[in-house]
């Protein structure tokens, strides 16, 4: 099983390895995934009675979205210091942007949990509108790709990525570098959800 | 290559929790041929009632029905007509074509120790077993398991009983491709061993990789499909529920403005890339047992790969032939059919090279050759009745007909399952050391061959006149099929007679497991390079020393060599 080759080391002949490659792949399945739902909101958009969709769109807290939009935002650059970090062997520095990017991370979700309970207050639900359907399918599988992202990053934050640093710097860095990829996906999904619900 | 695992591994290590491809491929295979083997019992159900509607089921019935005294009930036929298109696509040929046939051969043919991430691997399999336990246990749940069709079709599907677990069994079961995919594509790539550059891949390689595409980047819009659809049903939202609808005689209290269409176009954006899933796998291992069995070169190699490719990237944009009745327009319908059209020229290409691979061959009639050699014409046959699907001047009579039913099983069933039997019996020795029973074999062949078209060739009868699919009497009640259900006895005793005919196999695979295993590594003298390893393979490195690679897939009967043969390894 160790015999598996190309796993941090680069292919020659294709220049990549194993987990960048993988990692590219899966985000494929993600934009279609992703776009399949965007694809859903312009079908339900252009169906739906002439200013439907700005009637409730309107009830969005703009201030909120754009505050998590400043956060996700951080924690993609913070991401990418924490890589540059391990590369210049600096663990204690990896250590404080991984940290800060999870902490911005737990604010996104705080800031979406705040959003979410108000909107159950006022009686908005999914079934209330076809926009707020869409809204809360597509802003709740964010979140879901988010506490997914989450997992991977506090497990590489803790004791775990301490003894990887100490037997294999690179796989370390490897992993940063895929986690990375799928975060900053992550981010970008946001970067379109947040014009389409809640500005247009 | 690494000695440094001596540790013993336990039973559960070894064969249950394993992370080698090679177990999980055979994993996959028995757990979609159990159910095959399922999905057709529930068939054989439905054909008994079909020649005999509202008579008591023999044998069964009083177990299955017991509510209605042994008699399959309208809802019943549903529930079995929608679990059997699902378990047979979603649970029984992709897992067994990819999943178990990609698995276990993939890092053979290309001399890799193992799948590039081989707990990934493990992962895909476990999700594709949650996946079926969810269906399974969905038969037991007091609503029952789906009723709504295969293809799911709202509004029905979202008031209908036994939906929620379907769906989510399909997240499974999407996920589970989707991991499984995206490791063989990276293994493709990354771990082809030195020497084995992409045109010198044997061709089931190339259909492997087309179709992980096409699973990786199809299957997620029917993941946020069943997304929507769930929300539809358990969050009370209306994606696909359009104003003003009443059902069962009330208003439908839901906000409206949803489309049905909505459903259609995200499920055969999936379905139709489906289609391609399905047949590019057996396309493949016919492809090696044609070359194999002629002991010639397959002809046109690198226009097959060409073919393929394009064919996969076409199958994208082909999907909305299903849904020339939905009353989309003009527009679509001459974009979408000029598409379709364009789609048969490459699969005319895999089937006219095929064929001339044949001429002037001093053909080997063994059982996975006969297997492989009755696809073509099937498939054929498939293929050429799905031409007047694809337009839709033809189609609008056609549609939902017992037509369509005749023409996709001639592709999938003695198509592509006729190529995994092949698949079978041709890598068997491989996996065990063991060949299968020649005899046996072709008890097992010829009945199969027989019945096969005995069940689905007066489907193409039917249809024409104008029988409609999915009713559960069979076409008793409709005065215009009066003098065409008649063929639904001979259809019904086929389907018996086919399934008699897989008791040879069975006990095939039993009594040769139980005979001594052989020394010969390579007993059809292939070329290929998973035959100069060990039978079966050595456990998580496969070879016994490096691999490399030194001439092409399918270098038979080269003038000049004594062997008629050249492996790909052989310097």
Same mark, same amino acid.
């Given at each position: 099983?160790?015999s598996?080759?190309?796993?941090?080391?680069?292919?020659?002949?294709?220049?990549?390895?194993?987990?960048?490659?993988?990692?590219?792949?899966?985000?494929?399945?993600?934009?279609?995934?992703?776009?399949?739902?965007?694809?859903?909101?312009?079908?339900?958009?252009?169906?739906?009675?002439?200013?439907?969709?700005?009637?409730?769109?309107?009830?969005?807290?703009?201030?909120?979205?754009?505050?998590?939009?400043?956060?996700l935002?951080?924690?993609?650059?913070?991401?990418?210091?924490?890589?540059?970090?391990?590369?210049?062997?600096q663990?204690?520095?990896?250590?404080?942007?991984?940290?800060?990017?999870?902490?911005?991370?737990?604010?996104?979700?705080?800031?979406?949990?705040f959003?979410?309970?108000?909107?159950f207050?006022?009686?908005?639900?999914?079934?209330?509108?076809?926009?707020?359907?869409?809204?809360?399918?597509?802003?709740?599988?964010?979140?879901?790709?988010?506490?997914?992202?989450?997992?991977?990053?506090?497990?590489?934050w803790?004791?775990?990525?301490?003894k990887?640093?100490?037997?294999?710097?690179?796989?370390?860095?490897?992993?940063?570098?895929v986690?990375?990829?799928y975060w900053?996906?992550?981010?970008?999904?946001?970067?379109?959800?947040?014009?389409?619900?809640?500005?247009? | 290559?690494?000695?440094?695992?001596?540790?013993?591994?336990?039973?559960?290590?070894?064969?249950?929790?394993?992370?080698?491809?090679?177990?999980?491929?055979?994993?996959?295979?028995?757990?979609?041929?159990?159910?095959?083997?399922?999905?057709?019992?529930?068939?054989?159900?439905?054909?008994?009632?079909?020649?005999?509607?509202?008579?008591?089921?023999?044998?069964?019935?009083?177990?299955?029905?017991?509510?209605?005294g042994?008699?399959?009930?309208?809802?019943?036929?549903?529930?079995?007509?929608?679990?059997?298109?699902?378990?047979?696509?979603?649970?029984?040929?992709?897992?067994?074509?990819?999943?178990?046939?990609?698995?276990?051969?993939?890092?053979?043919?290309?001399?890799?120790?193992?799948?590039?991430?081989?707990?990934?691997?493990?992962?895909?399999?476990?999700?594709?077993?949650?996946?079926?336990?969810?269906m399974?246990?969905?038969?037991?749940?007091?609503?029952?398991?789906?009723?709504?069709?295969?293809?799911?079709?709202?509004?029905?599907?979202?008031?209908?009983?036994?939906?929620?677990?379907w769906?989510?069994?399909?997240?499974?079961?999407?996920?589970?491709?989707?991991?499984?995919?995206?490791?063989?594509?990276?293994?493709?790539?990354?771990?082809?061993?030195?020497?084995?550059?992409?045109?010198?891949?044997?061709?089931?390689?190339?259909?492997?990789?087309?179709t992980?595409?096409l699973?990786?980047?199809?299957?997620?819009?029917l993941?946020?499909?069943?997304v929507?659809?769930?929300?539809?049903?358990?969050?009370?939202?209306?994606?696909?529920?359009?104003?003003?609808?009443?059902?069962?005689?009330?208003?439908v209290?839901?906000?409206?403005?949803?489309?049905?269409?909505?459903?259609?176009?995200?499920?055969?954006?999936?379905?139709? &890339?489906? $289609?391609? #899933? *399905?047949?590019?796998?057996? /396309?493949?291992?016919? =492809?090696?047992?044609?070359?194999? !069995? @002629?002991?010639?070169?397959?002809?046109?190699?690198?226009?097959l790969?060409?073919?393929?490719?394009?064919?996969?990237?076409?199958?994208?944009?082909?999907?909305?032939?299903?849904?020339?009745?939905?009353g989309?327009?003009?527009?679509?319908?001459?974009?979408?059919?000029?598409?379709?059209?364009?789609?048969?020229? &490459?699969? $005319?290409? #895999? *089937?006219?090279?095929?064929? /001339?691979?044949?001429? =002037?061959?001093?053909?080997?009639? !063994? @059982?996975?050759?006969?297997?492989?050699?009755?696809f073509?014409?099937?498939?054929?046959?498939?293929?050429?009745?799905?031409?007047?699907?694809?337009?839709?001047?033809?189609?609008?009579?056609?549609?939902?007909?017992y037509?369509?039913?005749?023409?996709?099983?001639?592709?999938?069933?003695?198509?592509?399952?006729f190529?995994?039997?092949?698949?079978?019996?041709?890598?068997?020795?491989?996996?065990? =050391?063991?060949?299968l029973?020649?005899?046996?074999?072709?008890?097992?062949?010829?009945?199969?061959?027989?019945?096969?078209?005995?069940?689905?060739?007066?489907?193409?009868?039917?249809?024409?006149?104008?029988?409609s699919?999915?009713?559960?009497?069979?076409?008793?009640?409709?005065?215009?099929?009066?003098?065409?259900?008649?063929?639904?006895?001979?259809m019904?005793?086929?389907?018996?007679?086919?399934?008699?005919?897989?008791?040879?196999?069975?006990?095939?695979?039993?009594?040769?497991?139980?005979?001594?295993?052989?020394?010969?590594?390579?007993?059809?003298k292939?070329?290929?390079?998973?035959?100069?390893?060990?039978?079966?393979?050595?456990?998580?490195?496969?070879?016994?020393?490096?691999?490399?690679?030194?001439?092409?897939?399918?270098?038979?009967?080269?003038?000049?060599?004594?062997?008629?043969?050249?492996?790909?390894?052989?310097?």
């Amino acid at each position: 099983m160790s015999s598996i080759p190309y796993i941090v080391e680069e292919r020659p002949d294709t220049g990549l390895n194993n987990s960048k490659l993988g990692v590219w792949i899966f985000l494929a399945s993600e934009v279609m995934l992703f776009g399949g739902l965007f694809s859903a909101y312009v079908f339900l958009r252009l169906a739906a009675p002439e200013g439907d969709f700005d009637y409730w769109g309107a009830k969005l807290n703009v201030p909120m979205a754009t505050f998590n939009t400043m956060l996700l935002i951080t924690s993609s650059v913070t991401m990418v210091m924490s890589w540059a970090s391990l590369k210049l062997k600096q663990f204690d520095k990896y250590k404080m942007y991984l940290g800060i990017t999870i902490l911005c991370a737990l604010g996104f979700l705080c800031v979406k949990y705040f959003e979410y309970t108000g909107k159950f207050h006022h009686g908005i639900y999914p079934s209330s509108s076809t926009f707020m359907g869409i809204y809360f399918t597509l802003t709740g599988l964010h979140v879901l790709h988010i506490i997914g992202g989450l997992v991977v990053l506090i497990y590489l934050w803790t004791r775990q990525a301490d003894k990887m640093w100490e037997e294999n710097p690179d796989l370390l860095a490897n992993r940063i570098e895929v986690t990375g990829l799928y975060w900053h996906f992550v981010d970008l999904v946001w970067i379109f959800l947040f014009p389409i619900l809640y500005l247009l | 290559m690494s000695d440094n695992h001596h540790h013993e591994e336990t039973f559960f290590q070894k064969y249950i929790w394993s992370v080698d491809h090679k177990v999980i491929g055979i994993q996959y295979g028995i757990t979609s041929l159990l159910f095959l083997l399922f999905g057709f019992g529930l068939m054989a159900v439905m054909r008994y009632q079909l020649a005999y509607p509202e008579t008591v089921i023999p044998i069964i019935g009083q177990w299955l029905f017991a509510e209605s005294g042994g008699i399959m009930l309208p809802e019943n036929y549903n529930t079995f007509g929608a679990m059997h298109g699902t378990i047979m696509i979603f649970l029984g040929v992709v897992p067994l074509a990819v999943g178990a046939f990609g698995n276990y051969l993939v890092p053979l043919q290309i001399g890799a120790p193992d799948m590039a991430f081989p707990k990934l691997n493990a992962a895909s399999y476990w999700t594709y077993f949650v996946g079926g336990v969810v269906m399974m246990a969905s038969f037991f749940t007091p609503e029952g398991a789906a009723r709504s069709g295969w293809t799911s079709y709202p509004p029905l599907s979202i008031f209908e009983s036994g939906q929620t677990m379907w769906l989510l069994s399909m997240v499974f079961l999407i996920t589970s491709s989707l991991l499984g995919s995206m490791n063989i594509i990276v293994t493709i790539v990354q771990l082809r061993a030195p020497g084995l550059t992409w045109f010198k891949l044997p061709f089931f390689i190339w259909t492997q990789l087309v179709t992980s595409f096409l699973l990786v980047l199809a299957f997620p819009p029917l993941e946020a499909a069943a997304v929507l659809q769930l929300m539809d049903r358990l969050a009370g939202t209306s994606f696909f529920l359009p104003s003003g609808l009443v059902y069962a005689g009330e208003a439908v209290a839901a906000y409206g403005n949803g489309s049905p269409l909505l459903w259609q176009h995200l499920f055969w954006f999936l379905a139709h &890339p489906e $289609v391609y #899933v *399905l047949i590019l796998p057996a /396309i493949g291992i016919v =492809g090696e047992i044609l070359a194999n !069995n @002629t002991r010639k070169p397959l002809w046109g190699y690198k226009s097959l790969v060409y073919a393929i490719s394009f064919l996969g990237f076409m199958s994208f944009i082909v999907w909305a032939h299903h849904m020339f009745l939905t009353g989309m327009g003009q527009t679509m319908s001459a974009f979408f059919q000029l598409t379709t059209m364009i789609i048969s020229i &490459p699969s $005319v290409v #895999v *089937l006219t090279a095929f064929f /001339i691979s044949l001429w =002037g061959g001093s053909i080997r009639f !063994n @059982t996975p050759m006969l297997f492989a050699l009755s696809f073509l014409p099937m498939f054929g046959i498939g293929g050429l009745t799905g031409l007047p699907l694809g337009v839709a001047a033809s189609d609008i009579y056609l549609h939902d007909t017992y037509y369509v039913i005749g023409h996709f099983h001639y592709v999938v069933a003695p198509g592509t399952l006729f190529a995994l039997f092949a698949g079978i019996y041709y890598w068997f020795p491989k996996i065990t =050391g063991r060949k299968l029973h020649e005899g046996m074999g072709k008890l097992h062949f010829f009945p199969s061959f027989l019945a096969m078209n005995g069940i689905f060739m007066p489907m193409f009868i039917q249809g024409l006149a104008g029988l409609s699919r999915r009713m559960y009497d069979g076409g008793q009640q409709y005065a215009h099929a009066s003098d065409i259900t008649h063929w639904n006895e001979f259809m019904t005793i086929s389907a018996f007679i086919l399934g008699l005919a897989q008791i040879p196999f069975i006990l095939n695979i039993f009594i040769t497991l139980s005979t001594k295993k052989s020394e010969d590594r390579n007993p059809w003298k292939s070329t290929t390079i998973e035959w100069s390893a060990p039978s079966p393979p050595l456990p998580h490195v496969n070879f016994e020393s490096a691999v490399e690679v030194h001439r092409g897939p399918y270098e038979y009967s080269v003038p000049e060599r004594e062997e008629d043969f050249y492996p790909q390894t052989s310097p």
